[in-house]
């Protein structure tokens, strides 16, 4: 079955320091990737999106993603974490069963900045 | 502003109550998406539908059910309401399944 797996639960980083959030997923062939941020009390935003093509994506808040297909990865990266980065971060993928798309998300990275 | 709107935005209620959350998708978007976030559980998919059809399923309760009207908004109905019930409901939407999800800022449900 498919399924997404964010390793860590909780990640903190001094202001500054760069950033690297781990996601992979399990699936047959490529699926459809996403990357979104909840702040707190809020809804979940999108960050970046793969489909195809370029495996770098670059999103919104200066957020980029790899996409790594040897190993099943979409890891979210930022060069330079700000304190209002501060939120959870969530995995999604878009995946095809018997002809029905199926959206899954990973159970989330919660994400702590230093000052 | 996501352009998702939800209804309302804080509910107090009961064990054994019936309450409904209502959720308008965002302009042009067809598939409207239920999730329920608890602090135990994280974010669970309910349900989705297209158009005024059901289209995927999740893990929603029987207890629950869901309604795409032809205005494309939708309601989630939560009855015979259990203390753990108590969680963020949110509504998303999107053009199609394949693009992104654009979430509401959710309803949160206190059941006493």
């Known amino acids: 079955a498919q399924s997404v797996t964010q390793p860590d639960i909780h990640i903190t980083v001094s202001e500054g320091a760069s950033l690297e959030l781990r996601c992979n997923y399990s699936?047959?062939?490529?699926?459809?990737l996403f990357w979104y941020v909840q702040s707190p009390g809020q809804g979940l935003q999108l960050l970046l999106k793969?489909?195809?093509?370029?495996?770098l994506v670059q999103g919104i808040k200066g957020f980029e993603a790899e996409f790594k297909r040897s190993q099943s990865s979409f890891n979210l990266r930022k060069p330079s974490v700000h304190w209002s980065d501060a939120a959870e971060y969530f995995c999604?993928?878009?995946?095809?069963?018997?002809?029905?798309?199926?959206?899954?998300f990973g159970t989330g990275t919660r994400l702590k900045v230093l000052a | 502003d996501s352009g998702v709107t939800q209804t309302p935005k804080h509910l107090i209620t009961a064990t054994g109550q019936r309450v409904t959350l209502r959720c308008s998708p965002r302009?042009?978007?067809?598939?409207v998406y239920w999730y329920q976030q608890s602090l135990d559980q994280g974010l669970q998919f309910l349900i989705q539908?297209?158009?005024?059809?059901?289209?995927a399923k999740g893990n929603i309760l029987e207890r629950f059910s869901a309604q795409q009207f032809p205005d494309l908004h939708s309601e989630l109905n939560l009855s015979s309401l259990e203390l753990g019930d108590s969680a963020l409901y949110f509504c998303?939407?999107?053009?199609?399944?394949?693009?992104?999800?654009?979430f509401g800022p959710g309803t949160r449900l206190t059941v006493l």
């Open positions: 998303a939407s999107s053009v199609s399944d394949y693009n992104e999800q654009f």
């Open positions: 699936y047959g062939a490529t699926p459809y």
């Open positions: 793969y489909f195809s093509g370029d495996t």
């Open positions: 999604a993928v878009g995946t095809f069963t018997s002809g029905t798309y199926k959206y899954i």
């Open positions: 302009s042009g978007d067809l598939s």
């Open positions: 539908y297209y158009n005024g059809e059901e289209r």
